[in-house]
């Protein structure tokens, strides 16, 4: 039988540590030619590392350049958790994600996949449009501006929060802006998982944190979420689209449950 992801190059953004690790092995495993993308430099489980700091504009663009053509899939994991500066955290959860995106978008393969690491963090977003829509032309210069004018500062870890309901937004917004060339954009939503930076959450959260943890039987893993991302980087997951799949172990379905009473 074929294997998954048989003859596809897919990029993996993050591919350093945590959930971005294991989706690079699973992709390897799957039979994908893996090119790692990472500040930090990690030649486990990947064909390929490019050494870049996705807050930089100048390196995303010399990023693009160094990626072939035919690119299949781009997993967008790489993220800072939200005891990172505000103006860090959107740069690279947002602005550089969606700059890294739209930029390789003329490189990617007809039919290609995109897949970006959103978070329980931004179930939230219908309760913020009106920033949300003020952040879609949001550029690297205007992130400093960005953060003190609008709900998206270190507080409370907002940041963190904006960044991925942002994101789950921009991932809806896409359903079919590709459509034309079969190229596809969906979201993931983990709770929380057990990876270096589970710690960040604990403490930005504190309470809030700690009652979800003792309604949840455990945090997730990885190894929990690294399949579904390459599931959705499959062509077996062709007709999914513009979609945000929780991974949570049931806790958004808990939230929905508990905010309509039933
Ligand atoms: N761990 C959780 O509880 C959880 C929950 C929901 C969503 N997420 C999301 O999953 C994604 C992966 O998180 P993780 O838990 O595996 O964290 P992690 O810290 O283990 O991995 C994040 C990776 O991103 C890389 N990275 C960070 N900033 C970068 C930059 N400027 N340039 C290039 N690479 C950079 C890091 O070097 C690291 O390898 C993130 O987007 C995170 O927001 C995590």
Request: net charge negative; proline share 5%.
């Amino acid at each position: 039988m074929k294997k998954l992801l048989e003859g596809k190059t897919i990029v993996v953004t993050g591919c350093a540590s945590g959930i971005g690790l294991e989706t690079a092995r699973l992709c390897k495993a799957g039979g994908a030619t893996v090119l790692g993308v990472d500040r930090t430099v990690t030649h486990e489980h990947v064909d390929e590392l490019y050494k870049v700091d996705l807050s930089c504009p100048v390196q995303i663009r010399q990023l693009v350049q160094a990626l072939p053509h035919g690119v299949h899939g781009l997993a967008n994991v790489a993220g800072l958790p939200p005891t990172a500066p505000a103006e860090l955290v959107l740069k690279v959860n947002l602005v550089g994600l969606k700059a890294l995106t739209t930029q390789l978008i003329p490189k990617l393969a007809d039919g290609a996949s995109i897949v970006n690491l959103a978070s329980l963090a931004g179930f939230g977003w219908a309760d913020h449009i009106s920033s949300i829509h003020a952040s879609e032309a949001l550029d690297f210069d205007d992130v400093a501006e960005f953060v003190r004018t609008h709900d998206a500062g270190d507080a409370g870890g907002r940041s963190y929060f904006f960044s991925k309901e942002a994101l789950v937004v921009w991932t809806l917004q896409n359903r079919w802006t590709w459509r034309a060339r079969g190229i596809r954009m969906n979201a993931v939503s983990p709770g929380p998982v057990d990876t270096p930076i589970l710690g960040d959450f604990v403490k930005t959260l504190g309470a809030r944190a700690e009652e979800d943890m003792r309604v949840m039987d455990r945090p997730g893993t990885p190894a929990d979420i690294a399949p579904v991302v390459a599931f959705l980087l499959s062509d077996q997951s062709a007709w999914i689209r513009g979609a945000n799949l929780p991974v949570d172990g049931g806790m958004s379905s808990h939230l929905l449950c508990n905010i309509h009473a039933l």
